[in-house]
């Protein structure tokens, strides 16, 4: 069974661009979520998103955006890029937007560097 | 006061050791709990989930609950050079809110 998606697996971009990161969940997974990871912070939650709707949203500012489709496939936009935004941004699917789902399965990440 | 802590390392042992790695927690709300593992340029992989005090055995891998002391733990057993990587705990609350330890890093030194 093919694991969690994502891509692409590194960007480089600048200051003032934006950026869109892709993930493809497991099959059959609908509950999908976004994170961030950086060595000072550790995950940070970003938003989480079932069957096209967000259920939940972290403490980012609104530069950070996110959608999922009827696939279940999600995208995350990141607006107007900050020197700060350089992380890895880690997607996860789970089976079901309610516990126990049995934890998440992440991808191997994006890894996004502004310049 | 964050609401998982976890002590960040690192952690060294030899091949064969015993290894305890441990969170805390405040919440009282977290009803779930996991052990990432996560190996550097990866995503963490989930290594176990329960969500019940007591133990949990996987292989070479115990996870351990106490609600009571709000605390939880894994150990590795027979630890291996392949068991280096980070590891990070994880609390979830009936809302589907996870909350994350910023990861143990451990090294086993063949």
């Known amino acids: 069974k093919a694991g969690v998606t994502q891509t692409p697996r590194y960007l480089i971009k600048t200051r003032g661009q934006q950026v869109t990161l892709s993930c493809s969940p497991i099959?059959?997974?609908?509950?999908v979520s976004w994170y961030q990871q950086t060595p000072g912070q550790g995950l940070q939650f970003l938003f989480e998103?079932?069957?096209?709707?967000?259920?939940n949203k972290g403490n980012f500012p609104g530069r950070f955006s996110g959608r999922q489709f009827s696939n279940s496939r999600s995208e995350m936009n990141v607006s107007t890029l900050e020197l700060g935004d350089s992380a890895l941004y880690l997607c996860a699917s789970s089976r079901g937007p309610d516990p126990p789902n049995y934890g998440y399965t992440f991808g191997s990440g994006t890894r996004l560097t502004v310049v | 006061q964050k609401e998982v802590e976890q002590d960040p390392g690192p952690l060294s042992v030899p091949e064969g050791a015993i290894v305890s790695l441990n969170c805390t927690y405040s919440n009282s709300a977290f009803q779930y709990f996991m052990w990432y593992r996560q190996y550097s340029r990866k995503g963490p992989e989930l290594l176990m989930y329960?969500?019940?005090?007591g133990n949990k055995e996987d292989g070479r891998f115990t996870a351990q609950v106490d609600k009571s002391s709000k605390y939880i733990s894994l150990f590795i057993r027979d630890s291996q050079p392949s068991d280096s990587a980070t590891y990070l705990c994880a609390m979830q609350n009936t809302g589907n809110q996870f909350y994350f330890g910023t990861g143990t890093s451990l090294t086993v030194i063949p």
């Open positions: 329960t969500y019940s005090s």
């Open positions: 099959s059959g997974h609908r509950s």
């Open positions: 998103y079932f069957s096209e709707t967000q259920r």
